[in-house]
């Protein structure tokens, strides 16, 4: 088992920035790749960015957040990061961080293993 905590979530201005923590704990030797995805009311839960755990670390983005948002990982901390810049109110939403064990398809929640509970973010205009 893999237990994820996100921090970081809040309050902002449209234009102002956030960064969100996801630190990871239990059996982090199985994680291949983390992510992070939200969900605003009234939709369906997407994709924001993820990267890969082990070699490389090569980061992926959704189209929506490419040039804004930036995903880092911190290995020794088990512990990965949303940098949030140039924040819309279009990016309000619940935060969640998940784990993968699998190569591919990171873009598919589906195929994430462990989730955690959730940050809030709210953009005013």
């Known amino acids: 088992q893999v237990q994820l905590v996100e921090s970081g979530g809040g309050l902002v201005q449209a234009g102002g920035s956030l960064r969100l923590s996801c630190a990871a704990s239990?059996?982090?030797?199985?994680?291949?790749?983390m992510g992070w995805f939200r969900q605003s009311p009234g939709k369906e839960r997407e994709f924001v960015a993820a990267?890969?755990?082990?070699?490389?670390?090569?980061?992926y983005y959704s189209d929506s957040v490419k040039g804004r948002f930036t995903i880092s990982r911190d290995n020794a901390k088990n512990t990965v990061y949303l940098q949030m810049n140039s924040l819309k109110p279009e990016d309000t939403a619940v935060y969640y961080c998940?784990?993968?064990?699998?190569?591919?398809?990171?873009?598919?929640?589906?195929?994430?293993?462990?989730w955690g509970q959730g940050t809030q973010v709210t953009v005013s205009s």
């Open positions: 239990g059996r982090t030797r199985t994680a291949y790749a």
């Open positions: 998940a784990v993968k064990t699998k190569i591919g398809g990171y873009g598919l929640q589906t195929l994430y293993d462990y």
């Open positions: 990267i890969k755990i082990v070699s490389a670390g090569t980061p």
